[in-house]
Antibody, heavy 122, light 108 residues
Framework: QVQLVESGGDVVQPGRSLRLSCATSGFTFTTYGVHWVRQAPGKGLEWVAGISYDGSEKYYADSVKGRFSISRDISKNTLYLQLDSLNSGDTALYYC???????????????WGQGTLVTVSS | EIVMTQSPATLSVSPGERATLSCRASQSVSSSLAWYQQKPGQAPRLLIYGASTRATGIPARFSGSGSGTEFTLTISSLQSEDFAVYYCQQYKSWPPLTFGGGTKVEIK
């Protein structure tokens, strides 16, 4: 079955960096776009970044553009999110989520991980 | 950026009753609209996509309607497991993908 498992969340000081991972299994990694969505404590969902099924396109929310970087390792079926210049507004549970259709169909998300918590605090 | 607005913020419903949740887009998203359910401590679950198509395994008591800028999620007869927060998401024009602020369905 399809699984996405996030890791790498931690408590970090403002201005520091962190790398999140999302290990996937149960589907062909190179045929589905995958995204990061975050949720601040007690708040709603905010899309952060996405990468196309073939890895050729990367997309970012304005709030993280220039600070976060999405990438993937197809040999490990793993998605990454590099978070730089963190601030308190980045404190959230970070989910990875898979698009529901293969080969670049419309990005709604049918499988989600359980999330990894990033806390930015001095 | 397309802004998604959900109403009401909280809906109090008795078990067995019908619940109607609204989602409005700041500009037309055609039928590129999804609904998710999120329970405490859990990841969101896809309920509806294409505004009205139920995702795999979703019970028939969940239905979606609308197009353009106005959308509705209806739960025909609320079960205990349906009390949760519901989000709409547009995927017509992106980036960014945008979600509504959510509607919490609570027990009356």
């Amino acid at each position: 079955q399809v699984q996405l498992v996030e890791s790498g969340g931690d408590v970090v000081q403002p201005g520091r960096s962190l790398r999140l991972s999302c290990a996937t299994s149960g589907f062909t990694f190179t045929t589905y776009g995958v995204h990061w969505v975050r949720q601040a404590p007690g708040k709603g969902l905010e899309w952060v970044a996405g990468i196309s099924y073939d890895g050729s396109e990367k997309y970012y929310a304005d709030s993280v553009k220039g600070r976060f970087s999405i990438s993937r390792d197809i040999s490990k079926n793993t998605l990454y999110l590099q978070l730089d210049s963190l601030n308190s507004g980045d404190t959230a549970l970070y989910y990875c989520a898979r698009e529901s259709g293969a080969h670049g169909s419309l990005p709604r998300f049918d499988h989600w991980g359980q999330g990894t918590l990033v806390t930015v605090s001095s | 950026e397309i802004v998604m607005t959900q109403s009401p913020a909280t809906l109090s419903v008795s078990p067995g009753e019908r619940a109607t949740l609204s989602c409005r887009a700041s500009q037309s998203v055609s039928s590129s609209l999804a609904w998710y359910q999120q329970k405490p401590g859990q990841a969101p679950r896809l309920l509806i996509y294409g505004a009205s198509t139920r995702a795999t395994g979703i019970p028939a008591r969940f239905s979606g309607s609308g197009s353009g800028t106005e959308f509705t999620l209806t739960i025909s007869s609320l079960q205990s497991e349906d009390f949760a927060v519901y989000y709409c998401q547009q995927y017509k024009s992106w980036p960014p993908l945008t979600f509504g602020g959510g509607t919490k369905v609570e027990i009356k």
